[in-house]
């Protein structure tokens, strides 16, 4: 019957977004450690992009580089 399948539907939507709502909490956390990891390491990051260029580096990559993170960013890796 219509009324059972939308009842059904809307249920199935509430649990849908109850999940989406858990993973998305799920990955933040997961993220926030991440990022505490990559902060706070004594090794050097930093990614790259496909033609070279400095996406982000970490706090111990720009002391490495002796300049600030926002002058590295965008710049060529081979220029360093």
């Known amino acids: 019957d219509l009324e059972q399948a939308k ?10 977004e109850e999940r989406v709502t858990e993973k998305t909490h799920d990955l933040t956390l997961a993220l926030n450690k991440l990022k505490a990891v990559v902060e706070n ?6 990614t790259l992009d496909g033609q070279g260029r400095i996406q982000r580096v970490n706090p111990t990559f720009a002391r490495w580089a002796k300049r600030p993170a926002e002058r590295l960013e965008g710049c060529l890796i081979t220029d360093y």
Not at 7 to 16: F, G, P, R, T, V
Not at 41 to 46: E, H, N, P, R, Y
């Open 7 to 16: 009842a059904d539907l809307k249920e199935y939507s509430a649990h849908l």
């Open 41 to 46: 390491t004594g090794d050097a990051i930093l």
